[in-house]
T-cell receptor, first 116, second 120 residues
Framework: QKEVEQNSGPLSVPEGAIASLNCTYS??????FFWYRQYSGKSPELIMF????GDKEDGRFTAQLNKASQYVSLLIRDSQPSDSATYLC????????????????FGQGTELSVKP | DVKVTQSSRYLVKRTGEKVFLECVQD?????MFWYRQDPGLGLRLIYF???????EKGDIPEGYSVSREKKERFSLILESASTNQTSMYLC???????????????????FGPGTRLTVL
């Protein structure tokens, strides 16, 4: 079973701090990685994706990928109470069939709470 | 904007009923997915489809079937609803190939608002 693992949390940080969310994956051939945010009672929405080793920045969000360590992280700078949500990490596994229907393997999510 | 809609936000059914959950996307996506989401278990893939009339089992297909007669519509069917099928059901869709990068690896899944199903 190809797995994506996240700490379920809750992760609690004060407003203005950096929140660090981590994810590990077991399939070394995974091609790309996605971070989704899910507010309580709502559906997941994409924050960003990353496919190359290193950092990718988008506003207050930075995704980091280390394929050698099979590790993905999401940093949220200047955390706000509105960032309080569950963050889902997802990996696209390698497939000999190039698409295989576009499947993603999701982690269970990390609950983030930003305290004012 | 991509729009994925689901037929109901909340649904209450009785044990043994046949239940239809409908999902429609308006962006000409090839791939469509049905998940259920339960506390502590995360998102679990029930079925997915990569083309009209094509379907593949996901991780938990037992007790469910699907239908995709048109590209924009993907239906989830509970043949005989049971209480352990009480859950949040999420539909998603994605492109086959990223039409700018000509690469399949970057295509995100877009989710519908979800249907919270209660089986009594």
């Amino acid at each position: 079973q190809k797995e994506v693992e996240q700490n379920s949390g809750p992760l609690s940080v004060p407003e203005g701090a950096i929140a660090s969310l981590n994810c590990t994956y077991s399939d070394r051939g995974s091609q790309s990685f996605f971070w989704y945010r899910q507010y309580s009672g709502k559906s997941p929405e994409l924050i960003m994706f990353i496919y190359s080793n290193g950092d990718k920045e988008d506003g207050r969000f930075t995704a980091q990928l280390n394929k050698a360590s099979q590790y993905v992280s999401l940093l949220i700078r200047d955390s706000q109470p509105s960032d309080s949500a569950t963050y889902l990490c997802a990996a696209r596994p390698y497939s000999m069939i190039y698409n295989q229907g576009g499947k993603l393997i999701f982690g269970q999510g990390t609950e983030l709470s930003v305290k004012p | 904007d991509v729009k994925v809609t689901q037929s109901s936000r909340y649904l209450v059914k009785r044990t043994g009923e046949k239940v239809f959950l409908e999902c429609v996307q308006d962006m000409d996506h090839e791939n469509m997915f049905w998940y259920r989401q339960d506390p502590g278990l995360g998102l679990r893939l029930i079925y997915f489809s990569y083309d009209v009339k094509m379907k593949e089992k996901g991780d938990i297909p037992e007790g469910y079937s699907v239908s995709r007669e048109k590209k924009e519509r993907f239906s989830l069917i509970l043949e005989s609803a049971s209480t352990n099928q009480t859950s949040m059901y999420l539909c998603a869709s994605s492109l086959d190939i990223d039409r700018e990068r000509l690469n399949w690896a970057y295509n995100e899944q877009f989710f519908g608002p979800g249907t919270r199903l209660t089986v009594l």
